[in-house]
């Protein structure tokens, strides 16, 4: 524990301070007045600086210029060292990045975190729009998408082959020129500039058609529906070039609209204690590209950001920021209802927590084959898709035992929840609950029994009305698990399928196969795909063989 002595020789100037245990960061803060600050904070009038100065054994200052400075610089650590009682940005859902490495050849992805180097665009909200997106771009510029290092690889891949990637892996002089072009395209139209990508497909599809090249023109024409469908897509579009980030905030909860091109591309909201200034430096922080020309928000800020920081002032930009506050608005109210629910089911079901986080899970399968156990993640009410997993468990038609399966793959390895839904009814959650005190684990189970949707718990039933919030709440749980699980083992059961119905065709041996898989993804797209696609991957011959076959 730090005396309060370490604060005696702190000068009254602007600054960043952290508190350390040993090498590690437990908080950064900043102040216009560093000494000022620190003595607040040993007068232990909240709980959490008692638990900060507790639990450090030291304390270091950087002295900076200005307020403008303090705020960079906090934000800077922060992001770098994510200090245990540093207030963070908390998305209400994880958004998505589009990434392009700082490779030599760089290569382009999707991701949710920005722990590693490169460039990071977004964050986005639909990664379904995202990954349309990237496809459309890709057609045009012809980037690559592998992450393998360029010097084990011999020969380009498929993606050479049908003109999507111009293969930088043969390090080729000009190769690596034109590479580098496309990059700095591809980084233009990531920040806003839509119009290139329209203005080149129909240039190319005009070209085509002009020279009566009327298949490829065919294929430039569909490529430009596929982009101005996606557009479309998202619903608000300004028919102006405006390149804007419109923030409201309120209740501790943030909410940015981004527009890009003048269309709206991502609504995202955050759950943060932090000041305004702070919320922007800490969320613009690391995001060199894709920054909007300006920021609207409905309160004069006199701040020296990278960014101009202006009122809503032509009729655009008040309509737009009318969408942002009235989603922020919904969005804290259904907060608020979730929160409500969360703790009347606590008192209901007789939980031992508020079940912030839970997790559920449904068992599906074919005929006893391609057996699976859905895992759904619940955390404030809200689903978290992106820790959704899918588990394989071979050919049991026993559902008991293939809940106690599940269980043993899953918390042999993982944390528990708050609550554990299992898709059943005294049977199946009795099969959990008998698995996890096997496995020394101590944590409410319930299920919903199918029949008149009682829900079951430990030692007994509850019935609720069918309008009750958390009967309504618990089977939205349900369907969500019993559609993943039936999901996942449908597919098990098609890819089998796909395989063996390939398998049949004279002439396609495993390699040609994987190739088709691998551009065409499903039986379905293969079937359906236009004649000179299937030509490029298997020639004229086998492609007119698949044609018939399918």
């Known amino acids: 524990?730090?005396?309060?002595?370490?604060?005696?020789?702190?000068?009254?100037?602007?600054?960043?301070?952290?508190?350390?245990?040993?090498?590690?960061?437990?908080?950064?803060?900043?102040?216009?007045?560093?000494k000022k600050r620190l003595s607040s904070h040993f007068l232990f009038k909240e709980e959490k600086s008692k638990l900060i100065i507790e639990e450090?054994?030291?304390?270091?200052?950087?002295?900076?210029?200005?307020?403008?400075?303090?705020?960079?610089?906090?934000?800077?650590?922060?992001?770098?060292?994510?200090?245990?009682?540093?207030?963070?940005l908390k998305e209400s859902e994880s958004y998505v990045y589009i990434r392009i490495s700082d490779d030599e050849f760089p290569y382009v992805e999707i991701t949710r975190n920005r722990k590693k180097g490169g460039k990071y665009?977004?964050?986005?909200?639909?990664?379904?729009?995202?990954?349309?997106?990237?496809?459309?771009?890709?057609?045009?510029?012809?980037?690559?998408?592998?992450?393998?290092?360029?010097?084990?690889?011999?020969?380009?891949?498929?993606?050479?082959?049908?003109k999507t990637c111009i293969a930088p892996c043969l390090k080729e002089k000009e190769n690596k020129n034109l590479y580098i072009k496309i990059i700095e395209k591809l980084e233009n139209v990531l920040n806003g500039n839509y119009d290139?990508?329209?203005?080149?497909?129909?240039?190319?599809?005009?070209?085509?058609s002009k020279m009566l090249d009327f298949e490829n023109a065919a294929k430039y024409r569909d490529l430009l529906f596929s982009f101005d469908s996606l557009m479309k897509s998202q619903g608000v579009i300004l028919n102006?070039?405006?390149?804007?980030?419109?923030?409201?905030?309120?209740?501790?909860?943030?909410?940015?609209?981004?527009?890009?091109?003048?269309?709206?591309?991502?609504k995202l909201f955050y759950e943060s204690a932090l000041t305004f200034e702070e919320f922007l430096f800490q969320f613009y922080y690391g995001l060199k590209s894709d920054l909007p020309e300006k920021i609207v928000f409905n309160q004069k800020i006199k701040l020296d950001f990278t960014v101009p920081i202006t009122l809503p002032k032509d009729e655009k930009d008040i309509y737009i920021y009318e969408i942002a506050l009235e989603n922020l608005n919904e969005h804290v109210k259904t907060i608020k209802f979730n929160k409500r629910v969360l703790l009347k089911m606590k008192e209901i079901l007789?939980?031992?927590?508020?079940?912030?986080?839970?997790?559920?899970?449904?068992?599906?399968?074919?005929?006893?084959?391609?057996?699976?156990?859905?895992l759904v993640v619940f955390e404030n009410g809200y689903p978290k898709k992106e820790e959704y997993r899918r588990y394989k468990l071979g050919n049991i038609l026993d559902d008991y035992e293939s809940i106690r399966m599940f269980i043993r793959k899953r918390y042999s390895k993982h944390k528990l929840p708050d609550l554990l839904f299992i898709d059943g009814g005294k049977g199946q959650v009795n099969a959990a609950i008998q698995e996890l005190e096997k496995?020394?684990?101590?944590?409410?189970?319930?299920?919903?029994?199918?029949?008149?949707?009682?829900?079951?718990?430990?030692?007994?039933?509850?019935?609720?009305?069918?309008t009750d919030d958390v009967l309504r709440?618990?089977?939205?749980?349900?369907?969500?698990?019993?559609?993943?699980?039936?999901?996942?083992?449908?597919?098990?059961?098609?890819?089998?399928?796909?395989?063996?119905?390939?398998?049949?065709?004279?002439?396609?041996?495993?390699?040609?196969?994987?190739q088709l898989l691998m551009k065409f993804k499903t039986l379905e797209n293969i079937k359906n795909a236009p004649l000179y696609e299937l030509e490029k991957i298997v020639g004229k011959k086998l492609a007119m063989r698949i044609k018939e076959e399918l």
Do not use: W
Not at 127 to 155: M, P, T, Y
Not at 196 to 208: I, P, S, T, W
Not at 246 to 261: C, E
């Open 1 to 34: 524990m730090l005396e309060k002595s370490v604060i005696e020789d702190i000068p009254e100037k602007p600054g960043v301070y952290i508190f350390k245990k040993s090498n590690e960061y437990v908080y950064i803060g900043k102040s216009k007045n560093l």
């Open 56 to 88: 450090s054994d030291k304390l270091e200052t950087i002295i900076v210029k200005n307020e403008k400075e303090s705020l960079l610089l906090e934000a800077t650590l922060i992001y770098k060292y994510k200090p245990k009682y540093n207030v963070m």
């Open 121 to 162: 665009f977004g964050p986005y909200t639909n990664i379904g729009f995202v990954r349309l997106f990237l496809e459309v771009l890709q057609k045009v510029l012809n980037f690559r998408n592998c992450k393998k290092s360029l010097e084990k690889i011999k020969k380009p891949c498929l993606n050479y082959y049908l």
């Open 196 to 208: 290139y990508v329209r203005n080149f497909v129909e240039n190319k599809m005009l070209y085509h």
């Open 240 to 266: 102006d070039n405006r390149n804007v980030d419109y923030i409201a905030f309120r209740d501790n909860m943030f909410t940015i609209l981004k527009v890009r091109s003048g269309i709206l591309v991502s």
């Open 350 to 374: 007789n939980l031992k927590k508020i079940p912030l986080r839970i997790e559920g899970t449904d068992i599906s399968h074919r005929n006893g084959k391609y057996t699976v156990a859905s």
């Open 439 to 466: 496995m020394s684990l101590d944590v409410d189970v319930v299920g919903i029994a199918k029949e008149e949707e009682l829900i079951v718990v430990r030692g007994g039933v509850i019935k609720l009305e069918h």
């Open 473 to 514: 709440t618990l089977i939205f749980i349900r369907d969500e698990t019993h559609r993943v699980a039936n999901t996942f083992s449908g597919h098990l059961k098609l890819k089998s399928y796909k395989v063996s119905k390939l398998d049949d065709i004279s002439g396609i041996g495993s390699k040609r196969k994987k």
